[in-house]
């Protein structure tokens, strides 16, 4: 886990120093606009495109196909164990299941409305709802999915609180 960690900050790294440094491809907000862009230029679309859209859907979908392999594993391995104590596991299991799925699915679909469905807004409200609100949206719930469907992590909380 922790190789992977790293292996994700490195990459991310990179990509960011490439794209901002060598290519000049930066992030910013144009006069009149409510949502950030990147430079308008052939070499900064593909890199939109490919170093942002298509790397960060990656990301989600390996990080979601390792989770629910990790516990389709756990589950085979404990199946043959059914006892109250095998219940229990089996509904946290469970929960990390949903929880994986729909953190995968907020992410991908924020992705989606992001940088494909925002390019067809009329107006700067749509563009600003399709691209900034979903973002705020989507780390937001990603937080209450967590606080939702971890019980050992909302009693943390909890016992914080």
Aim: net charge positive; proline share 1%; hydrophobic share 50%.
């Amino acid at each position: 886990t922790r190789l992977m960690i790293l292996f994700y900050w490195i990459l991310a790294i990179v990509v960011m120093t490439f794209m901002l440094k060598y290519v000049d491809c930066s992030f910013y907000l144009p006069h009149g606009a409510w949502f950030f862009v990147f430079k308008t230029s052939p070499v900064c679309q593909t890199i939109e495109w490919y170093g942002d859209f298509i790397l960060n859907c990656s990301c989600v979908i390996i990080v979601a196909t390792m989770d629910v392999s990790a516990i389709l594993r756990v589950h085979c391995i404990t199946a043959s164990h059914i006892d109250a104590g095998s219940l229990k596991k089996r509904s946290r299991q469970r929960n990390l299941v949903y929880q994986a799925a729909l953190q995968s699915i907020f992410f991908i679909s924020e992705l989606i409305t992001y940088f494909l469905i925002s390019r067809y807004a009329q107006n700067k409200w749509q563009a600003f709802a399709l691209t900034s609100v979903s973002w705020c949206l989507v780390n937001g719930m990603d937080g209450l999915i967590v606080l939702v469907y971890n019980r050992d992590f909302r009693g943390a909380i909890l016992k914080l609180v």
